[in-house]
């Protein structure tokens, strides 16, 4: 099945989801979530700058008076050689979404291509796009990009795909305001930033769990990153949250793994009924984020989201441990982190 003739009437709805879950498990690619990685350490807080945490940004001390930036690194490789425009900005946008959510501001972001034949057309076209994606991202997301914009790795393909690595740093502007990818509380509500829709493309369960490589894109918008941005400064100002995660690799029900996993809670959700279990699930379209909110905020929370005309419905609530998606069962969290 080739990329243009991709439909996802064509995948079969798995008949299991808990044998899609616990097949995941074990894909390197979700190993944040498992047995590589260890989940004793404290969160990313301003408490414990230098330690390892289960977030992929990296916060730091830049001054004797406390300042604080952050950085982080990210790499995309779906795509660079038929929309490197579209890709570099999916992972602009993956990268400044994820800083929003621990409330640090994106400020700046360099890009390396690797392994392109810049002598080829088609290393031209990669770099080409590539940059076109980077400037627009940049200019959306009110970035500063490196002088030389993309710096290169030039030499024949083989094995290796083109890959896009960029790195984003950001700036901490008010302490009190960091926060967490962790769930905090068992009892608070889990809501969900952003549309479902039934989108599996370019998705580690197409790919690891149909072995289904050639997919498009996942669904994405530049403009509605760009709201969600906005979005997500206010609430954070506001302190109407108290975690924040976005759907990326592993799609829903992998975010909620990483949010739930460090303090031992679990989670019971309800799915989109208009919206494929597995797409629901599994799907990495763009646009979406995991927040937590304390019930006595949630009156305020919906009214900034309803105020700005941005979607959002309620997952459920956060348990004691046990994780449950409509109504069934999956076991509790303490059993997804041993044996896998």
Excluded: W
């Amino acid at each position: 099945m080739s990329e243009k003739d991709f439909k996802i009437e064509s995948i079969p709805e798995p008949e299991s989801i808990k044998d899609v879950v616990y097949s995941l498990m074990v894909n390197p690619n979700l190993s944040a979530i498992n047995y590589f990685n260890d989940f004793s350490e404290q969160s990313i807080s301003p408490d414990s700058i230098g330690d390892s945490d289960t977030d992929e940004i990296g916060l730091f001390e830049i001054d004797l008076n406390g300042s604080l930036m952050a950085m982080s690194t990210h790499a995309f490789h779906h795509h660079l050689e038929s929309d490197p425009k579209k890709a570099t900005e999916i992972l602009i946008s993956r990268a400044a979404r994820k800083m929003l959510c621990s409330g640090i501001t994106p400020v700046a972001v360099s890009a390396f291509l690797y392994h392109i034949d810049f002598a080829d057309p088609n290393g031209q076209f990669i770099a080409s796009g590539a940059k076109k994606g980077l400037e627009n991202a940049a200019k959306k997301f009110n970035l500063k990009i490196s002088d030389r914009k993309i710096r290169f790795d030039c030499f024949s393909q083989g094995q290796v795909l083109p890959t896009i690595i960029i790195s984003m740093v950001g700036l901490v502007e008010n302490r009190e305001l960091v926060i967490t990818h962790t769930f905090q509380r068992k009892g608070n509500n889990v809501f969900l930033i952003g549309n479902s829709v039934d989108d599996l493309g370019s998705s580690e369960y197409l790919e690891f769990y149909h072995g289904i490589s050639d997919s498009p894109l996942p669904a994405f918008d530049i403009d509605v990153e760009l709201k969600i941005h906005e979005v997500l400064k206010k609430l954070n100002k506001m302190d109407l949250i108290k975690s924040a995660s976005p759907v990326g690799k592993g799609g829903l029900f992998f975010a909620l793994l990483r949010a739930a996993i460090p303090n031992g809670l679990g989670f019971d959700i309800t799915s989109d009924a208009e919206t494929r279990l597995d797409s629901f699930l599994f799907g990495e379209a763009m646009g979406r984020i995991i927040v937590d909110v304390y019930p006595e905020k949630e009156d305020d929370f919906v009214d900034v989201l309803t105020e700005m005309k941005m979607p959002f419905s309620t997952l459920g609530h956060i348990t004691k441990g046990e994780i449950r998606i409509d109504d069934v069962s999956f076991g509790f969290i303490d059993k997804m982190t041993t044996g896998v």
